[in-house]
């Protein structure tokens, strides 16, 4: 079976400063790796995702995620955070054999002050 | 184009009432999943229709049940409600399978009194 874990509830950052989200991942076969974000009152919006290639991927609103396969992770990062991302990050995988379900992390909120 | 729209957005129903969801996906998508978002369990997947026949089902009771049209559009019903089944449901449509991304809608959050 599949699974996503996101250890951190929360991540508070400074307006200008790195911003990282974690991820780690189980799955049997090769992952498809999603990065969504949920803002208030509303459903979650793609960010990026990996297929296969380059283990850099780089997504929407400048984000990026890098693919670490011996490390099963997919962490999520922008170098330079605005207090608009304060927001809800999911993490997801498919596997490839399962059609469109997607198994999601607990989410990580992200708090940007200025 | 219009992105995926999901009516209600909210609903306030009793125990033991029944309800029905609905979902329109982008135009041209054939695939539409349903979710379950709770601040508890986070979000948990339902179930996924592709060209009106369940592909996929998550692990929920017999009391959620879903169909898709020949049209794409899909419901979702939950019969005898009970107070944990208060949740945001969430719709997703995408255009085909394996890397494609999923468009959500805003989701149609219900409360069970």
């Known amino acids: 079976a599949q699974s996503v874990a996101q250890p951190e509830d929360q991540v508070n950052v400074a307006e200008g400063n790195p911003l990282t989200v974690k991820c780690t991942y189980s799955v049997s076969g090769n992952p498809y790796l999603f990065w969504y974000v949920q803002y208030p009152n509303r459903g979650l919006q793609f960010l990026l995702k990996?297929?296969?290639?380059?283990?850099l991927v780089k997504g929407s609103y400048g984000f990026e995620a890098e693919f670490n396969k011996s490390q099963t992770s997919f962490h999520l990062k922008k170098p330079s955070a605005l207090v608009s991302d304060s927001a809800l990050y999911f993490c997801a995988v498919r596997d490839v054999a399962a059609g469109n379900k997607l198994t999601f992390g607990g989410g990580t909120r992200v708090l940007v002050k200025p | 184009k219009a992105g995926v729209t999901q009516t209600p957005r909210y609903l306030i129903k009793t125990r033991g009432q029944q309800v029905t969801l609905s979902c329109s996906p982008i135009?041209?998508?054939?695939?539409v999943s349903w979710y379950q978002q709770t601040p508890g369990q986070g979000l948990q997947f339902l179930f996924e229709?592709?060209?009106?026949?369940?592909?996929n089902k998550g692990n929920f009771p017999g009391r959620f049940s879903g169909r898709q049209f020949s049209n794409s559009r899909s419901e979702m019903n939950v019969s005898t409600l009970e107070l944990g089944d208060s949740a945001l449901y969430l719709c997703a449509s995408s255009g085909g399978q394996g890397e494609q991304k999923l468009f959500f809608g805003s989701g149609t959050q219900l409360s069970v009194l």
């Open positions: 229709y592709f060209s009106e026949t369940q592909r």
């Open positions: 135009s041209g998508h054939r695939s």
């Open positions: 990996y297929i296969t290639g380059d283990n």
